[in-house]
């Protein structure tokens, strides 16, 4: 096949790819043997960074944008009248490798279209990392989509040669997908994350006792849920997250705001805006359930179910419980010191480290690197009497904001007029 065909299909299965954004390569331990191509990339999404400041790039396509459904929110339904194209096997094989040997990328993510059938797509997705890996002795980090509804035989078989597998849930409640996908069901999407749960227990069981035992999907699962496309609350998408983390052991759960594609009545009109901030709120809530010890309860409940657009959610928490405030810095539990707004996880153990050796004030912690910008309204510390005891939740909150300068103020910089 030419070189023009090869680009034009490039062109629209990456195009078509952009709007899956679950492909994270955090966890992955695949070493490289018998000096084949590639390492594992450790962690890393199409041109982010990893923990140690590393830029790391994946190729990022589809093997078809061809669908048999007609989900209302894809680009790819099968009613949408765009150009068609789909990857050979071999030509997906031979992208990588030539990407990767020009220093362009470190690792494939690859999804795709559902047609004929899901068996038959997981099994060409399967091919191409047996492919790679097998044939091209590639040692690259290669992120599966998984496809809702194929069988357990294909997708354990995906793990022994993908470091990651992911099965977007795509709409975050059955009665959201009922709505703008009637053609799938739920189970098909949990199905496969089951089947990759437990191959993941059996595998860690097994190497505890065989050191051979095959490498199963080392870097997790993940999954996705578009936001914005059905009119769930923040708290439906937040205890639908925590479902999935709980049930299924994801390594991550991503979420994408809605880009107008369609124009259909159930969805928001073309045009509309992509709601950027509410997803930024959700991966902010999402780190605080992973890594700060709250319950979802504690920050989305009946009460209050959606999260604060003008403030982060441990703020918008904190502002709502200022009973539980001041916190003293010298005596308290990690716990607690990691819901004083504006302290991260890094802060926190900087101040548990210096105060075994005094009693800490505002100066020491200005030194040690804590930022007190939104933390000196919920602390106190030696020396320091609690100076904003009087002030109420919302007087606080409009101080924060006039000194804020977030990626998107300008979203909410009408309201500060308030607070003038």
């Not at 605080?288 to 989305?300: M, N, S, T």
């Amino acid at each position: 096949m030419s070189f023009e065909r090869i680009k034009e299909k490039l062109n629209i299965l990456a195009d078509a790819a952009k709007y899956d954004v679950s492909c994270s390569s955090s966890g992955s331990t695949r070493g490289n043997k018998n000096k084949g191509l590639g390492d594992s990339t450790g962690m890393g999404i199409c041109h982010t960074y990893t923990e140690d400041g590393r830029c790391v790039s994946l190729l990022k396509i589809l093997l078809t944008n061809h669908c048999i459904f007609d989900c209302a929110y894809c680009v790819t339904r099968k009613s949408n009248d765009i150009k068609r194209a789909a990857f050979k096997i071999q030509e997906a094989v031979d992208l990588t490798i030539n990407f990767y040997r020009r220093n362009y990328i470190e690792g494939l993510f690859l999804s795709s279209g559902i047609f004929k059938s899901p068996d038959y797509t997981m099994e060409r997705l399967v091919a191409v990392a047996k492919k790679l890996r097998l044939e091209e002795n590639f040692n690259g980090y290669i992120h599966l989509k998984s496809i809702p509804g194929a069988s357990d035989e294909l997708m354990y078989e995906a793990g022994l040669y993908a470091d990651r597998l992911s099965v977007n849930i795509e709409v975050p409640t059955i009665s959201g997908l009922k709505l703008l996908a009637p053609d799938k069901k739920h189970e098909d999407f949990t199905k496969p994350m089951l089947k990759v749960k437990n191959e993941i227990l059996i595998y860690k069981a097994e190497k505890k006792i065989t050191k051979s035992t095959p490498i199963y999907a080392p870097a997790g699962q993940s999954t996705q849920m578009i936001i914005g496309a059905t009119g769930e609350s923040d708290k439906d998408i937040m205890y639908s997250a925590t479902h999935y983390y709980k049930n299924y052991n994801m390594k991550r759960v991503y979420y994408s705001g809605y880009v107008p594609v369609a124009d259909d009545s159930r969805l928001p009109a073309i045009g509309s805006q992509v709601p950027m901030l509410r997803e930024n709120r959700l991966y902010q809530t999402d780190w605080l359930l992973r890594f700060y010890g709250f319950g979802v309860k504690e920050i989305l409940n009946d009460t209050h179910p959606n999260l604060d657009i003008d403030v982060d959610p441990k703020l918008s928490w904190a502002l709502r419980n200022l009973s539980q405030f001041p916190i003293d810095v010298n005596t308290a539990e990690p716990r607690m010191l990691a819901r004083i707004p504006g302290l991260g996880m890094n802060s926190v153990y900087k101040i548990i480290n210096a105060r075994k050796y005094r009693k800490l004030t505002f100066d020491h912690l200005k030194k040690i690197g804590v930022s007190l910008n939104r933390a000196k309204y919920f602390m106190v510390c030696s020396g320091n009497d609690y100076a904003h005891k009087d002030l109420q939740a919302i007087q606080i909150k409009g101080l924060i904001l006039q000194n804020s300068q977030g990626k998107f103020r300008n979203n909410y910089s009408s309201q500060l007029s308030l607070f003038n």
